[in-house]
């Protein structure tokens, strides 16, 4: 990547609304925009508000992982461990809970599955963490292991078996909705406005960047880096234990191999959004949009029937295609 | 007057919010030492970087030895030209060694086409030597210090066939005695008829070698006059628009409560680890208010100190102590804590955040002051607190939120020395302070600093350049080879007693190296 | 063409869903329906996602071959409440509010049947290498278990000596054997039995490297691809079960658009698995595309 | 990723040999001599020439790719797409020589075959580059793209179903040996060197070093930065056509699904054997290296019959000890 210093916007914003330079700044938006209306355009229904809600919720659950990719791949990392990360961390809850009889909670066995998976994927983070820092192991290397270790470690668990027979409770959190909006899609709203909020007005997210940015010139600023570093992998490993919660009560049953080969997509989603895996220059609002246009592809084209070989060739062509007219539109906005 | 080699006329260039050149231009004649003087800011790198092909310009004529240089052209053509250039911010690959830095992309082949190793180092070697540089061309560049990169540079340029080498800043982290080697090589140059273009901020060095110069003011040209019956004041003159008083002397606001204590730091050296040199029992007391200059040949140890005290890197043993309380010397978020700052000698590598904007770079270790409701950035203190500074400092900006790696160097240093003021501390080192700064802020620096001091704040100094260190500084602690030679209060010290304080005894390159036990 | 059918499949790079894809396009111009066909790539909550889009879409009726046994029930629920008939092919789905009419064979009968098999190859007992597929996956776990379960009813003297996964691939299926075989060549199995043709092939070809073109080893495979179909009729490898891809999705298209057009009931079939050996060859769903 | 400079070498050699030094340069290499002793005291056979050969073969089809994958990696790209290059020009080349007889042109059709499939990789490896360049769109995007680009058109191809049916000449290169060390190997072992010689000896080597190093000075030092990057795509895309058809070669059949997931082994074998994914350090030898500790661990597993859950966990971990057992000693060299 040959224009990683000039080519990209400091991570905070004009300070007047404009739209024509929003655009230009996220062109990736405009893209999809012009997607949804070549979608809507072949296919009626591509716009009800069914299928809208259909594509949010096939979104958030890899949506709410990107968001805590963003974090990692700011700071230069990566995480590969993300889709075993979600299966463990959703077998064990699961495991748990039917395990020990549900419904005796009175109800609230979700609770605890919930916090279960929470707490699994904050562990492994912190255990991908650790071994990043104290052993200055890279992070591909880590979450690697991280990935096939986990992904181990959920087959050994139930032997392979998906682990199902969810309460309602449970159940809601999946697929229940609150003024029509489907649960994971509000889990998504408040997960990536919480980390924007972060990323743009706290000192940790200001260390983010800054790690990221020059990792040597953060700790000569007093930032401890290891810390930084460690709280990212937290960060995604929660979130992927969250995630891994949200899908098995969407689908029902906690499966094993849930989650395989999502690593790709979730950092194409965060890629696609403009963070530069170089780490130090990015943000989360790009990484929705690009999730957004993963799950808008995934869905127009099933939509529109193209033959399930062609689609994947159309796929990638139009994500190519985005990504390359977002940096076509960011280099007009600097040359004006 | 003869024919010119390179003639530029109405150079225009322009940067998202910042007309950088409004129709400059300049003459250049063979074998001429030619000086661009400007502040910062002026658009002299923007200038050099369009001659040297690394940036198109918007309108303008360029002519070289008669024939009409095209815009489309790429760094490679201008250098098959005979256009060299040396940057003012480093462009080596810090993974490969000097050799392979200094022969990129022309390494000597042999007969079968592959690259013919021994050459290239026994070459480099030889360019290194004729440099005085003492390094061995195996040495990974990355365990350099600033100022050895800056003579990788220079020698990298020797190594090509030029016939005008651009120098942007070479000298601006050289101490005396490199730049006499320097200025030297340039007289050897100037006499094989190459021409040179020569930017620094040093304008004695101006009258030391140059034949005429060229002045640059807010990206417009000024004018070109010879050198001989100019004086400095008179270049100030020209570049700023106005006169410059420069403070000579000052008061001393020196107390006898003792500030920082450094006692007993010792290191051995750690091969392939950068600022590496051997430290043997350094002690240092500063005192509240007081202003103390470290001086010293490059690789004396005076930034491998600096950062030992400020945490930056490990000492085998030693104490150091602020306010009379020890401080643990783990990290530099302790110093930060116990009220250390720093200013660090390598401001790309080391100090900025390239793509980031100029406020959080000014910002960042302050946050913790800066915050409201423990977790959140106040953005209001941190504005007026980056408007504060940049009225101070004059740091010419668009506006704060533009990236720090698009302003001219001598911007970027005062943004990381606004950062460090910023922190209020109460133990000031800045290393190599004024470096790329012109001479109008330079004073404002000085004058930064002596409030500082006035403040109470212990300052320590490290400049390669004397008279600075001696316009500066109540007393000097002088270098040699990782050990403390003496320390003169500024009113006895000369340059000759400081040079021979620094220099007694060392042996060739001037410093006793022991580096590249690597191999 | 006529009523709107959504087929979701669960990976059709599987050359089992290929088959069934190239049987249900020919049944389709047939019966003058209109196709959209969508593929799950392995993944639960994407045919979720599909099985949704197919009710915006309008699809008078729904195939799918689930990619899990449970976690679609909740999308096929929502389906059937939109009153579109669904019908599954290949794999069940349990936990579902109202029964779903299913076509297929039973995977765990398909384990048996390979079990059978060794116990008739090897009446006196045999020293087996199992290869099963993705670990996790529905149909490796069900075909493990119901080979697995026959093996141990067999008795002692049927023993498994390596028991591995090669991922459903041929690649795999080649090296896992390559070093299971080299690691007992003192004392070599008599069989290798793989839960697809894929890895059985690569199997195939592991044993030629390591004991030769002449080695007794026996190879068992399962799914019927017209590869080793070739290669049953030469002999080269034992046997292959069958679950009739093109049969299944057939029948399942039919009793869907009977059900649409003619409102009679969705009635589930069952699917022998059968054992294709040179004895049966002409049996077999494929073999017209063996050459 | 923190700790860049210390884990690496000048890409220059000691003048004296010494042993101690270069198992502390290579400590994976050392890390998988363990390794192999302890396979070897607990299964006999582990040692033995067949084994070897097996793993060497094994080794061999990625290991080609990946020593490609190292020059991307070195200029601080990554190539995504090489498992579907793999299959799709392996594919190709089978399609056409069975198509149109492979037994007409006289028994060497193979080589009708081997050409095509490289042909086909290095055209895809052109087009990556040249979009990567002319477009200015991160090489993970791109190379994502044509990860689903490729797997979808070869699914189109022969509508999913395998080629097969090879005479003999082709089987040779998969299965054939010279003076027993199979041709893959050798291929294997003819690559690398070369690719060494090109990296440590040629002008264009250390171009690709210099511009993963610092892209900037490699610009300003007159090299053309687009050339050399396109360059290394086309590298890298002509290998995994070699490797297709060898991987075909061996199987008997071109398989559509091939190389499937193959990216993240060959990355691996890149970053394990030492070369850092922010580009411009590392080298082919480490590659090597890592490659044969990925395929000595996947045998040595089967081998000694491991469950395959458990493989997976102990695969993880040995991955992780490894790299972090290297770092450790180049750390500890650092320090004497
Ligand atoms: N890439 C860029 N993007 C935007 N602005 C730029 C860029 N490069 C230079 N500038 C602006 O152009 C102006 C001239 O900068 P230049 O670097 O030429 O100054 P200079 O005379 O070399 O100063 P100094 O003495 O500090 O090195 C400055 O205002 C700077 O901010
Ligand atoms: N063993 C070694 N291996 C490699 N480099 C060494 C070694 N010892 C010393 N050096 C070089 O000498 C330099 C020591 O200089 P240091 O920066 O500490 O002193 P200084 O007096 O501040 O000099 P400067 O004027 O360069 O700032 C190191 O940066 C390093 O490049
Ligand atoms: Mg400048
Ligand atoms: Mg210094």
Redesign the interface.
């Known amino acids: 990547m040959t224009t990683v210093a000039l080519s990209n916007e400091p991570p905070n914003q004009p300070r007047k609304f404009d739209v024509v330079q929003f655009l230009e700044k996220y062109g990736v938006l405009l893209f999809l925009i012009l997607l949804c209306a070549g979608f809507a355009l072949h296919s009626p229904m591509f716009l009800s508000v069914r299928n809208i809600t259909n594509i949010l919720t096939e979104v958030s659950i890899y949506g709410i992982v990107a968001v805590g990719m963003t974090c990692v791949i700011l700071t230069g990392g990566v995480d590969l461990a993300v889709g075993s990360v979600l299966a463990f961390a959703a077998l064990v809850g699961a495991w748990v809970v039917t395990g020990i009889g549900m419904p005796n909670l009175g109800g609230m066995g979700f609770l605890l599955a919930l916090l279960i998976a929470c707490a699994v994927g904050t562990l492994t983070g912190y255990v991908h963490g650790k071994v990043i820092t104290l052993f200055s192991v890279p992070p591909f290397i880590v979450t690697l292991g991280g990935m096939t270790i986990w992904r181990g470690a959920t087959l050994v668990m139930n032997d392979g078996a998906p682990v199902a027979g969810f309460d309602a409770g449970y159940r809601w959190w999946g697929r229940g909705d609150v003024l029509g909006i489907p649960v994971p899609v509000l889990v998504l709203f408040a997960v990536a406005a919480a980390c924007y909020v972060v990323l743009r007005y706290t000192r940790f997210g200001r260390q983010i960047y800054a790690v990221g940015g020059n990792p040597e010139a953060a700790r000569l600023s007093g930032i401890n880096v290891n810390r930084v570093l460690v709280s990212v992998y937290v960060i995604v490993g929660f979130l992927a234990g969250l995630a891994g919660f949200l899908l098995s009560a969407r689908l029902g049953s906690a499966e094993a191999i849930a989650g395989t080969s999502y690593e790709l997509r979730i950092i194409a989603s965060v890629v696609i959004g403009g963070t530069s895996l170089f780490g130090g220059i990015g943000g989360v609002g790009g990484t929705v949009i690009g999730a957004l246009l993963i799950g808008v592809l995934l869905n127009g084209l099933v939509m529109m029937n193209v033959s399930p070989y062609y689609q994947q060739i159309v796929m990638g062509v139009i994500i190519v295609l985005a990504v390359a007219f977002d940096t076509y539109a960011k280099m007009r906005r600097g040359k004006r | 007057m003869g024919q010119a080699i390179l003639r530029a006329a109405d150079i225009r260039k322009a940067f998202p919010g910042v007309v950088a050149l409004d129709g400059v231009r300049m003459e250049v004649e063979p074998g001429e030492v030619h000086a661009l003087l400007g502040e910062n800011g002026a658009g002299k790198s923007t200038f050099l970087k369009i001659l040297a092909g690394a940036q198109p310009c918007d309108g303008g004529e360029l002519l070289f030895a008669g024939e009409r240089l095209e815009p489309a052209e790429t760094p490679i053509d201008r250098q098959n030209r005979g256009i060299v250039t040396i940057y003012q911010e480093f462009n080596l690959l810090p993974a490969m060694t000097i050799a392979e830095n200094m022969y990129l992309g022309r390494e000597p082949l042999r007969g079968n086409g592959l690259i013919d190793w021994r050459r290239m180092y026994r070459d480099a070697r030889k360019v290194i030597d004729e440099l005085g540089l003492g390094l061995d061309p195996r040495t990974p560049v990355r365990v350099l210090s600033v100022a050895e990169q800056q003579m990788v540079e220079i020698s990298k340029a020797l190594t090509m066939n030029a016939r005008l080498i651009i120098m942007d800043e070479p000298t601006a982290a050289l101490s005396g005695k490199e730049v006499d080697k320097l200025h030297s090589i340039i007289r050897d140059l100037k006499a094989k008829g190459i021409a040179i273009i020569y930017v620094t901020h040093r304008l004695v060095e101006v009258t030391a070698v140059c034949d005429r110069f060229t002045v640059f003011r807010d990206g417009r040209y000024v004018a070109t006059r010879p050198v001989e019956g100019a004086t400095v004041e008179d270049m100030v003159r020209l570049m700023v628009g106005r006169d410059v008083e420069f403070q000579r002397r000052r008061e001393r606001y020196a107390r006898d409560h003792v500030m920082l204590e450094v006692r007993g730091v010792s290191r051995a050296g750690r091969p392939g680890e950068p600022h590496a040199t051997i430290l043997r029992d350094l002690s240092v007391q500063v005192r509240a208010g007081e202003i103390v200059g470290f001086a010293g040949l490059v690789g004396a140890g005076r930034t491998e100190l600096a950062r030992i005290i400020f945490g930056a890197d490990g000492c085998d043993s030693g104490l150091i102590a602020v306010d009379g309380k020890a401080v643990p010397l783990k990290s530099p978020g302790d110093a930060l804590a116990a009220g250390i700052a720093l200013v660090p000698e390598d401001r790309k590598q080391q100090g900025c955040f390239l793509p980031h904007s100029i406020r959080h770079n000014l910002s960042l270790p302050s946050l913790k002051r800066l915050s409201k409701w423990k977790f959140f950035v106040d953005e209001k203190a941190e504005r007026q607190l980056i408007e504060d500074y940049r009225r101070k400092f004059g740091i010419k900006m668009a506006n704060d939120e533009v990236a720090i790696g698009t302003l001219s160097g001598g911007n970027q240093q005062k943004v990381l020395l606004a950062r460090c003021m910023a922190l209020k501390p109460k133990v000031l080192i800045v290393d190599e302070p004024t470096r790329g700064i012109d001479v109008g802020a330079k004073a404002e620096v000085h004058q930064v600093l002596f409030e500082m001091a006035r403040a109470g704040v212990a300052v320590i100094v490290i400049s390669s350049e004397l008279p600075e260190v001696m316009a500066v500084a109540d007393r000097i602690v002088t270098f040699r080879e990782g050990r403390i030679t003496g320390s003169l209060d500024a009113d006895e010290a000369t340059e000759e007693r400081l040079m021979s304080l620094m220099a007694l005894g060392a042996g060739p390159g001037g410093t006793v190296r022991h580096i590249h036990a690597a191999h | 063409a006529g009523e709107k059918i959504v087929v979701s ?1 669960q990976n ?4 089992f869903v ?1 088959a069934m ?2 049987a249900l396009q020919d049944e389709a111009k047939k019966l003058d329906v209109s196709l ?4 799950a790539q ?5 045919q ?3 099985l ?2 197919a ?4 699809a008078k009726g729904v195939i799918v071959a689930p990619n ?7 999308a096929i629920d929502d389906v059937q409440a939109e009153k579109i008939p669904v019908v599954t092919v290949d794999r069940r789905v ?2 579902t509010a109202r029964p779903v009419a299913h076509v297929g064979a039973d995977n765990v009968a398909g384990g048996r049947t390979m079990a059978a098999y060794v116990q008739t190859l090897f009446p006196n007992g045999a020293r087996i290498v199992h290869l ?1 597929g ?5 149909s ?2 069900d075909r493990a278990k119901g080979f697995r379960d026959g093996i141990t009813a067999a008795g002692a003297k049927y023993q498994i ?5 090669a991922n459903w ?3 795999e299926g ?3 054997t ?3 075989l ?2 007992n ?2 004392n070599p199995p008599d069989v290798v039995v793989a839960s697809n043709d ?1 890895m059985a ?2 199997a195939l ?1 592991a044993v030629r ?2 004991l030769g073109a002449k080695s007794k080893v026996q190879v068992i495979g399962f799914d019927a691809l017209p ?1 080793t179909l070739d290669k049953v009729r030469k002999g080269e490898i034992a046997g292959t079960v069958e679950q009739s891809p093109s049969t299944q999705i057939r029948t399942a298209l039919n009793t869907l658009v009977d059900h649409i057009r003619k409102g009679t009931e969705l009635k589930s079939l069952a699917i022998e698995p059968t054992l294709i050996t040179r004895d049966n060859l002409d049996k077999a769903d494929r073999i017209a595309e063996v050459n």
């Open positions: 499949f059709m790079s599987e050359p290929i894809n190239r959209i066909v969508v593929d392995s993944n639960s909550p994407k979720s996602a599909d949704a889009n009710v915006v879409q309008g899990d046994a449970k976690a679609l029930a909740p349990e936990g099963s993705q670990p996790g996956s529905s490796a776990i000596i390596a028991d591995q996964t691939r041929r690649a080649l090296t896992v390559e070093g299971i080299t690691a060549s003192a894929d092939l690569g070809e490297s390591v590869e």
